[in-house]
């Protein structure tokens, strides 16, 4: 029975890695739009990622729609400014070398080269009114 243990271990292994995977760490919440999602990481560089390194630490999900165990999604992270937790949608937030949430970028719309200002034109906050078009961009 001895002669056994590699073998039983190499099968126990990816079983315990596929359990850890699907224990998150927490619950990822935006602070903008509701959003919530289980988050499996928080960090710069992703696990089983090679040489992937984010510019920001950032919530991350594996990938739901793959097997692939390397593939994953970035959920948000928080603003740079205010440090409110926000989704990486383009209602809710920008990434310009750190990542802004909708209201500071606004704020501090002038800090920003006109290419972004005029992006940021584009993405006015959600007002309370009626519900707006859906947007085209992905």
Known sequence: MVTNFPKVMKDIEPQMACEAEHHPLGVFECQLCALTAPYSYMGQKPPNTQSVVLLEESYI???PFTWDK???LIL???CSVCSRLVCVGPECSLFYSKRFCLPCAQDH?????QEIRQDLEKRKLPSKGPA???SSRT
């Open 61 to 63: 999900m594996k990938d």
């Open 70 to 72: 390397d593939r994953f």
């Open 76 to 78: 948000g992270s928080r």
């Open 109 to 113: 719309m002038e800090a920003f080269p």
């Open 132 to 134: 707006s078009r859906p």
